[in-house]
């Protein structure tokens, strides 16, 4: 199964489709960590909910290694807060 194009998710986080395959998601989730930006934060909030907890961990963690100042972003925080409140 392919992965979904990052312009596909940002065009329709909502309702693009999410594969099924554990290690597309995994991969997907890499991929999301490297793309995430101020600019399309808000787009990204809307799909990552829409990954296993375990996959927005993965990303969570990447983002913040990569650029500690997103995951202040308030769409993102969004996304993570429930996580981190959980640890």
Do not use: W, Y
Not at 3 to 20: F, H, R, T
Request: charged share 30%.
């Amino acid at each position: 199964q392919d992965l979904p194009k990052l312009e596909a998710i940002i065009a329709d986080p909502e309702n693009v489709a999410v594969p099924n395959d554990p290690s597309v998601k995994f991969a997907l989730a890499t991929l999301l960590a490297e793309k995430l930006t101020e600019g399309n934060a808000k787009e990204l909030s809307k799909f990552l909910p829409r990954l296993p907890i375990e996959c927005r961990v993965l990303c969570l963690r990447m983002v913040r290694q990569r650029n500690a100042s997103l995951i202040r972003n308030e769409h993102i925080q969004k996304v993570f807060k429930p996580i981190v409140d959980r640890l």
